[in-house]
């Protein structure tokens, strides 16, 4: 029996094995304990029989039940692996389109288009003095026109 149960003790920081006796039958649970990331890797088994039929089956209880775990613990492992990866991957991406993006020409200032830069004798130029000659003309009209576009344009990390 203590051959069985060590596979499954190699995979936890220690483990507990509960007897009771509920009736005629015995209940046997054998409880991981540890550290582990994910609550499935701590899940008890508990077998509810007599004895006789315990002594004829629970090692094959005990073995399917360690193979589960193991195979749960090597997924746990692969899918930490693969969003490890994909975060390196994201972090690379991210930091050559921040050194790219030092290259690009600069935006024109939110709510002025380019034309509006080049043409100093529309509506909207300044006068002698220096002040506006839009009508209606007001700073949160024209800042809430167009989105503000600085920073990082997320989408092209994923280019």
Do not use: W
């Not at 094959?60 to 775990?69: I, W």
């Not at 090597?74 to 050194?99: D, N």
């Not at 009209?141 to 990390?157: D, H």
């Amino acid at each position: 029996m203590f051959a069985a149960i060590e596979p499954l003790l190699r995979h936890c920081t220690k483990l507990t094995l509960s007897l009771q006796m509920k009736g005629d039958e015995m209940v046997v649970c054998v409880m991981p304990q540890g550290t582990a990331k994910d609550a499935a890797m701590l899940q008890p088994l508990a077998l509810t029989a007599m004895a006789a039929e315990l002594d004829a089956g629970f090692v094959d209880a005990l073995a399917a039940y360690t193979g589960a775990h193991a195979s749960l613990a090597e997924q746990v492992a692969a899918t930490t692996a693969i969003l490890e990866a994909a975060k390196t991957t994201q972090v690379s991406k991210a930091t050559k389109t921040l050194a790219k993006g030092g290259s690009k020409p600069a935006l024109p200032a939110p709510g002025r288009s380019s034309t509006d830069a080049d043409n100093d004798d529309d509506d909207g130029s300044a006068d002698a003095e220096g002040q506006s000659t839009a009508p209606n003309a007001s700073p949160a009209s024209e800042a809430s026109a167009e989105p503000a576009s600085t920073g990082t344009n997320l989408a092209s990390l994923f280019d």
